[in-house]
């Protein structure tokens, strides 16, 4: 989705992380700093964050751009941005306008440069979201109920400290909520990469671990044999993919002709359509889907968690307080919804 910390996203499977600065777009904002730079309307800057770098992401990209650029009526050119962070300082600045960001520096777009979500991607198997998991060696008879039972009896597999689906959503969703610490609760807590904790699972060397419906949906391509000795039992609430957001006072008829090509994109049945399929099938995405601000939730959830149990290590009441109430009117919000 990212799919967590170790690989998302975020996003999982995207051959490239990447995120869209439009310059210059719409009127200044009210309080934007002093250092902003002067807007410039000839032209659409678009920032991509790549792990492979400019070369091999470039080529990906271009084609999209180009059909952006004919979309909107406005020149798109490709800037490689250094870092999420300062690309969100440069929305919050009102220099860049727009980004396709992963669901975490999204949310400091929404909160920090008054932006809003229009848009998520879609992956090639029709998924705008994955899910955490727990799972244990087919066969095992380890149940749900047994892991919450706690005892030091079994051993637990978790990702590294900032893993999304690997350690912060299942503490969040399911441990949390009963109260449970799970380095107390399991007999040892072993931190490792997906792939291993399924491996050592399918072997019997691991009781549990936590994992992604993305890792699952792999190993069972690339080794049927491992996936077919694992399964799963609890799976968390929807964790959002990347998203695309755009700055609220962007000018309002170019916001929309960047949302209608987004939510067009590779849409229909002729020949345009298919190419852009292909274009999109590059990415390792297969179409965009309208989003709002509410997709984000399951992430506010995490770090509203993860904000209470520092507030709690640190004695720091009032920041506990306010923590334990976002996290109630979060919770409330999912237990409601379809």
Not at 11 to 38: E, F, M, Y
Request: with cysteine; net charge negative; hydrophobic share 45%.
């Amino acid at each position: 989705m990212r799919p967590d910390g170790a690989t998302r996203r975020f996003g999982a499977g995207v051959l490239a992380v990447v995120a869209l600065g439009l310059i210059g777009l719409g009127p200044s904002a009210c309080g934007r700093r002093d250092d902003a730079a002067a807007p410039d309307r000839t032209a659409v800057a678009f920032a991509i964050l790549s792990a492979q770098g400019q070369a091999s992401s470039a080529p990906l990209w271009q084609p999209l751009l180009d059909d952006m650029s004919r979309s909107i009526g406005v020149p798109v050119t490709a800037h490689f941005a250094a870092d999420y962070g300062a690309l969100v300082d440069d929305m919050e600045r009102g220099t860049a306008q727009a980004a396709w960001l992963s669901a975490r520096p999204a949310i400091d777009a929404v909160e920090r440069a008054r932006a809003e979500v229009i848009a998520r991607t879609v992956n090639p198997d029709g998924q705008d979201s994955y899910n955490s998991v727990l799972i244990v060696k087919r066969g095992s008879g380890v149940t749900l109920q047994e892991v919450l039972a706690c005892g030091k009896r079994l051993d637990y597999g978790v990702g590294d400290a900032r893993s999304t689906s690997a350690t912060l959503a299942p503490r969040a969703f399911l441990f949390s909520p009963r109260g449970i610490d799970p380095e107390t609760c399991f007999s040892a807590v072993r931190a490792d990469n997906h792939e291993r904790h399924a491996r050592e699972v399918a072997s019997g060397i691991l009781d549990v671990a936590a994992t992604n419906t993305v890792t699952l949906r792999a190993l069972a391509l690339q080794n049927p044999t491992i996936a077919a000795e694992v399964e799963e039992i609890w799976r968390s609430p929807a964790l959002p993919e990347g998203g695309i957001v755009l700055r609220e006072d962007m000018d309002p008829a170019l916001k929309e002709k960047i949302r209608g090509f987004f939510l067009s994109y590779g849409r229909g049945t002729d020949v345009e359509a298919e190419r852009q399929r292909r274009v999109l099938a590059g990415l390792n995405y297969s179409r965009f889907v309208a989003a709002d601000d509410d997709y984000l939730d399951p992430v506010r959830e995490i770090l509203a968690d993860e904000a209470l149990a520092t507030a709690r290590a640190a004695g720091d009441r009032r920041a506990a307080a306010a923590a334990e109430r976002e996290l109630t009117a979060l919770r409330a919000k999912r237990e409601v919804q379809p």
